[in-house]
């Protein structure tokens, strides 16, 4: 065969590939919708979740071919709610796979945060993550803000809420993997309050962190959907809502030298609008659990390779080159260092409650990251997920989210602005006491009311 046929060939092969061109490739209107309007049509017009239904086909043919993010579906009749589900999260009737390309399993149970959704919510597909929550990339692109790195191993749960292919996904946050990714897509991302009697079906990394984490595309959303997700019995006593949260600032992110001055005027911009809603913050010192950061990398890291050798004889397949860089940083954390680290972390969580009560504070907030999202990377062999001491810029690649798990805590990120150049959102991080998710929706949803969502354009693929 020449050179020209061959060409041909794969030419007349392409453009047969995918759904028919001619529609579908815009965004359906009624996704611009908060979930709260929409539920108010659907009462009035129960009919419109078969148009919608319809509209919603032909759109995720398209969207998963430009963002791919969903990694299986199933069908769904006209539901008024879609769920994704992170992929390594089992699901009854769909394949779990961890990331990785030759390995899946066909659970029989699904897991036990899925066990009381509401008739009205779908669960309509899994959602891609990094190989055994440790690699680098998905694979996915991020729909509103192209150029900006997705990461975190939940990128495929922000990635679907932001192509609208579902309306909340549920992903697992050890050390930021929801908060990061939902951020960087200018979402919102709540990690629960750690509680390992609620992770049952859950691939586990590091155990003492490992969290539940939810992503939407606002807090009122989320808040929306709360009591149709059936979460009361992974719940503990939840703090009551107040009209007025003590809220104080975390100094040591006030440092010019850690944190850039786009996320301090950012943050800046988030203690005005706290303020004009009747919470101004101080500033206030969290010396030991700031000097736990590394810690929490080096914990994940050491259980990590401490699982390895099960992964192993179980998955029996090739892992990826960052995969491996990761468990290699596990590896170099001493048997002594590691039972050092679980006594602190016992420490610091014993006192926890003490801390905040002795400050008189409900919340903690502190900027997203250091530094503007990052680009879309292409890392190299050798670099790890998990920062190392020995790295450069250490303490930038440890970031704020470590706070959270170290501690245990729950914690929201909301996107407050954009950058300068208007190409990637910049978020802020709330942190609140142990079982205190519905108060940091409450505080989340009166921030966005007053500052609004980030201006997105309807998508187009």
Not at 3 to 20: E, K, M, P
Not at 29 to 48: F, V
Not at 279 to 302: E, I, T
Not at 316 to 330: P, R
Request: glycine residues 8%; hydrophobic residues 40%.
């Amino acid at each position: 065969m020449s050179l020209a046929s061959t060409q041909d060939t794969i030419s007349r092969y392409l453009s047969n590939c995918g759904a028919d061109a001619s529609s579908g490739r815009e965004q359906p209107e009624y996704l611009a919708l908060s979930l709260r309007k929409r539920h108010a049509l659907l009462q009035r017009q129960p009919d419109l979740a078969a148009e919608w239904a319809m509209q919603y086909s032909q759109w995720q043919v398209h969207a998963d071919s430009t963002y791919r993010c969903l990694t299986s579906t199933r069908e769904a009749l006209a539901p008024w709610y879609r769920l994704g589900v992170k992929d390594t999260v089992d699901v009854a009737g769909l394949p779990t796979r961890l990331g990785l390309r030759a390995y899946r399993h066909y659970p029989q149970h699904s897991a036990a945060a899925l066990t009381g959704l509401d008739p009205r919510i779908a669960l309509t597909c899994k959602v891609a993550t990094t190989e055994l929550n440790i690699a680098f990339g998905a694979g996915c692109v991020n729909p509103h803000f192209p150029s900006i790195d997705p990461s975190g191993s939940s990128t495929g749960s922000a990635v679907s809420v932001a192509a609208g292919l579902c309306d909340i996904s549920l992903g697992t946050d050890v050390l930021g993997s929801v908060r990061w990714p939902a951020s960087h897509c200018g979402m919102v991302g709540l990690r629960m309050t750690q509680k390992a009697q609620n992770l049952g079906g859950v691939f586990p990394l590091s155990p003492r962190m490992d969290a539940l984490g939810w992503v939407t595309r606002s807090a009122d959303d989320l808040e929306w959907l709360w009591p149709l997700l059936g979460l009361n019995p992974l719940l503990g006593q939840q703090r009551v809502r107040k009209p007025h949260y003590r809220v104080a600032l975390l100094e040591q992110a006030l440092d010019p030298a850690l944190t850039s001055p786009a996320m301090l005027d950012m943050l800046g911009q988030a203690r005005t609008a706290l303020a004009e809603l009747g919470m101004p913050a101080q500033a206030v010192g969290m010396a030991q659990l700031w000097a736990c950061r590394g810690d929490a990398w080096q914990l994940c890291a050491r259980d990590a390779w401490l699982a390895s050798a099960a992964w192993m004889r179980r998955f029996d397949c090739e892992l990826h080159w960052s995969t491996l860089s990761a468990l290699q940083v596990g590896e170099g954390v001493s048997d002594a260092e590691y039972q050092r680290i679980q006594q602190r972390m016992d420490q610091l969580r014993a006192g926890i409650d003490a801390w905040f009560d002795s400050a008189g504070l409900d919340f903690v907030v502190f900027p997203m990251d250091p530094n503007r999202p990052f680009d879309r990377r292409n890392p190299q062999p050798g670099d790890s997920t998990i920062p190392s001491p020995a790295d450069a810029d250490y303490a930038q690649k440890i970031s704020f989210t470590p706070l959270a798990s170290f501690s245990g805590l729950p914690a929201i990120t909301v996107p407050i602005c954009l950058s300068s150049d208007g190409k990637a959102p910049l978020a802020l991080q709330i942190m609140g006491r142990r079982d205190s998710e519905w108060q940091l929706l409450d505080i989340a949803t009166r921030l966005q009311g007053l500052i609004g969502l980030l201006p997105t354009r309807r998508l187009q693929v």
